[in-house]
């Protein structure tokens, strides 16, 4: 039976102690052992938290996407900020320590099971948030769409997937043909509103892009 009180704080301590292996070492090359090791348990002990390398992996990550939505979700939440402000906010906020960590060893580790699961967990938890967005911005009059959920996809990939490797890779060209195109997209598919693209191009103005 698993104990009442130190069961999750003991998990936690866990998860921190795998995930900071994972930045030193990457994912491949941590073993189980190695995080055993690292939080001087038995053998048997670990697996009274975790039956595997790839269920520790899954409860690393489940655990930094909760930490990095905590922030995104007050701010989506917040009824004095318009849906272009929050799309805006998305696209220029700065990223925690541990999302820059995390960004930095799924590149290192490209294509690997650390690079889909986070990518994966990333994708499930933001498709809401541009849904919620979108459709703060069908309300307003911002965007037209049929299709919020759909659309909130399509914003998923193009900014989280493709907007964020492009801007972190520092090729001026790229990021300005990228901005170009994520401003047909809004103009083309979610008829966003010649104010909410103005206010968009002052900010991209002022942010030197």
């Known amino acids: 039976?698993?104990?009442?009180?130190?069961?999750?704080?003991?998990?936690?301590?866990?998860?921190?102690?795998?995930?900071?292996?994972?930045?030193?070492?990457?994912?491949?090359?941590?073993?189980?052992?190695?995080?055993?090791?690292?939080?001087?348990?038995?053998?048997?002990?670990?697996?009274?938290?975790f039956n595997s390398k790839e269920e520790i992996l899954d409860a690393v990550l489940q655990h930094m996407v909760a930490e990095e939505f905590k922030e995104i979700e007050a701010i989506i939440d917040n009824p004095s900020m318009s849906a272009a402000e929050k799309f805006m906010w998305l696209m220029f906020r700065p990223p925690s320590e541990e999302a820059e960590q995390a960004k930095e060893l799924t590149l290192r580790e490209h294509d690997s099971l650390l690079d889909y699961r986070a990518r994966e967990l990333n994708r499930q938890a933001s498709i809401p948030i541009f849904k919620k967005i979108i459709e703060q911005g069908i309300a307003e009059g911002t965007f037209e769409t049929e299709y919020p959920e759909e659309m909130a996809t399509f914003c998923q990939y193009i900014m989280g997937d493709v907007l964020t490797s492009i801007v972190m890779s520092g090729d001026e060209i790229k990021i300005n043909n990228m901005l170009g195109a994520v401003e047909v997209f809004m103009k083309k598919c979610l008829h966003t509103s010649p104010e909410a693209l103005h206010y968009w191009n002052s900010l991209f103005k002022e942010k030197g892009m």
């Open 1 to 49: 039976m698993r104990p009442s009180t130190n069961f999750e704080p003991k998990r936690l301590e866990l998860i921190k102690i795998a995930w900071r292996l994972f930045v030193e070492r990457g994912y491949e090359r941590t073993s189980i052992q190695n995080i055993i090791a690292a939080a001087g348990i038995s053998k048997g002990a670990m697996y009274h938290y």
